[in-house]
């Protein structure tokens, strides 16, 4: 990184390494030149120091875990017990600008999740049909057939 940012070396010094306690790059000092024409005011430099993101894991012997990350615009964290059983959650920015949030639980009890972005089914119709009308010629069998049942 000998760019005069990151790893400027330590003032002063010949060598070129390490990180120094003051932060300002090492520029050259440079006298000014004569202009013919006067100069734009100009905001002063400052660094910028991009984002910051982590993640994170520890275990212990008996197989409990904890684990997760953050970044910019998403985030994750997640436990895990000795027996295997999950709970996390996770959020992120969605391609329009919204905001989705997850929580979920995986156990002997199944995958449940719980989040502001689950699709919605259609809504239940409680109208029921109409009941279907038996022909006459359905009438008409249905009363032959009983009465053949009663005379045997």
Known sequence: YNNGLYNNGFRYSPYNYGYSYNTVPQVA??????YPYTTASYAPYTAFNGYTSSQYRSQDEFGQATYGYSHPGQAASNYQDAFGNQ????????????????????????????S?????????????????MDTPEVVEARQAHMAAVAAA
Request: net charge negative; no cysteine.
């Open 29 to 34: 000092a440079v006298a000014p030149a004569a």
């Open 87 to 114: 709970v996390g959650s996770y959020a992120y920015i969605n391609p329009e600008g919204k905001e989705i949030r997850v929580s979920y639980t995986a156990d002997s009890n199944g995958f449940r999740v719980v």
């Open 116 to 132: 502001n972005a689950l699709p919605e089914g259609p809504t239940a119709d409680l109208t029921l049909p109409a009941a279907v």
